[in-house]
């Protein structure tokens, strides 16, 4: 018995690591067993992050270690090596992109210690802190492959993904019945699957990579059987294969404590983005973050906040769930008793003054609440989240984690 991790094959025609998986555990001889695969997305700002910064693992029984081993071997020289300095495509990331530098990593007896998958998800890793394997393959993506093997599965969701046959890989157009797909996402455990603003599916990835579909379940049976269900439609088109993995998307595994702070300044930026600045650094709602943006570009000085999001820098924090804990009220001069017509200010200490009848007070203040425009925790909408981002409609997974 032994797990075997795998990263960073990402290539421009091969682009995708669940990919590459697939086709190495259909190489396998067949006297080993496989168990689920998972899929695990990393630290969302890894400096060498390929797409999507996912990496997979599966844990395989075999009587005959060592020709497993020789097996893989050959398998890593002739399959995965020639993917290493191909650049993945994407124009919807405009980030400086790392050429692939696959890595496989082989642990025969024992998962790596858990710390290191915390490690991995929540902050930038080097590749002289990754735990020993018994044995390994390559160099960067050793990170991503161990780390997907020292997961423990603690918090889990699945998803059922498809590949589509080799002479389609590049084509933009995927075919997925719409009527199956709207079905599956009818299933109470799906997620994720469908916007329901748009009508649009969200389970297929966009440009060239081979993967048909992504379908998320929040349990094991139901990715199975939706992933059947889309499989078997006939308006869907054929695949080489496909398998669930279990996952640990939907987890906030990313998210550490929330903080809490006091809005020290509000600035509104081009498009919308939004900086808070608190005495715990600045909170950056970006314009694409829906409901998080809106609730940030109302906040005043004075109010209270909290919330959750990832740091890629010191005093930086990149807003994932928000939510006003008390807000500054309104302070207006006193309303005159006759006239209905509200006080000014006569100066510093000198009272106020109706301006129609002239009726004076003291110098006060009325205070009128403001009224946010989400009275709890805000996400995103569901096309703008991360993968890691646990939904909100869940139930308190803001106060659990
Ligand atoms: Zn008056």
Not at 14 to 30: D, K, V
Request: aromatic share 8%.
């Amino acid at each position: 018995m032994g797990w075997l991790g795998l990263d960073d094959t990402d290539s421009l025609k091969e682009g995708c690591t669940t990919y590459s998986l697939h086709l190495l555990l259909e190489s396998l001889p067949a006297s080993v067993t496989v168990s689920s695969p998972r899929l695990v997305r990393l630290w969302p700002f890894a400096q060498h992050r390929t797409r999507g910064n996912a990496a997979v693992a599966v844990e395989i029984l075999t009587k005959d270690e060592d020709a497993l081993l020789k097996h893989l071997d050959a398998y890593w020289n002739e399959h995965i090596l020639p993917c290493k300095g191909a650049l993945s495509s994407s124009k919807h990331d405009a980030r400086t992109q790392y050429p692939a530098d696959p890595g496989m990593v082989w642990f025969s007896s024992r998962q790596p210690n858990e710390t290191f998958y915390t490690q991995a998800v929540q902050t930038e890793v080097q590749l002289q802190d990754v735990p020993e394997a018994d044995r390994s393959w390559g160099r960067q993506g050793r990170i991503g492959a161990t780390a997907a093997i020292a997961w423990r599965q603690n918090r889990i969701t699945w998803e059922a993904i498809a590949w589509r046959q080799p002479h389609r890989h590049g084509q933009n157009v995927r075919q997925v019945c719409d009527k199956a797909l709207a079905f599956v996402d009818s299933m109470s455990s799906t997620f994720l699957s469908r916007d329901p603003r748009k009508g649009t599916g969200l389970i297929a990835p966009r440009g060239p990579c081979p993967v048909l579909f992504g379908l998320r379940a929040r349990d094991e049976d139901t990715a199975h059987e939706a992933g059947k269900h889309l499989l078997a439609a006939e308006k869907t088109e054929a695949v080489i294969g496909w398998r669930v993995f279990a996952t640990n998307q939907a987890t906030d595994d990313h998210l550490t404590q929330s903080l809490q702070a006091t809005v020290a300044n509000v600035d509104i930026l081009s498009r919308g983005n939004c900086v808070v600045t608190t005495e715990s650094g600045k909170w950056l709602a970006f314009a694409e973050s829906g409901s998080v943006k809106i609730l940030a570009q109302w906040l005043q000085p004075g109010d209270e906040i909290e919330g959750y999001g990832l740091s890629p820098e010191f005093g930086i924090l990149h807003l994932e769930k928000l939510r006003l804990v008390s807000a500054q009220p309104i302070q207006h001069r006193p309303m005159c008793e006759k006239c209905s017509v509200r006080m000014k200010s006569m100066g510093k200490g000198q009272g106020c003054r109706c301006p129609k009848c002239r009726q004076r007070t003291d110098d006060a203040w009325v205070s009128t609440p403001r009224v946010p425009p989400f009275p709890s925790w805000v996400q995103p909408q569901m096309d703008a989240r991360r993968h890691l981002a646990r939904p909100l409609e869940w139930g308190d997974a803001a106060d659990s984690f």
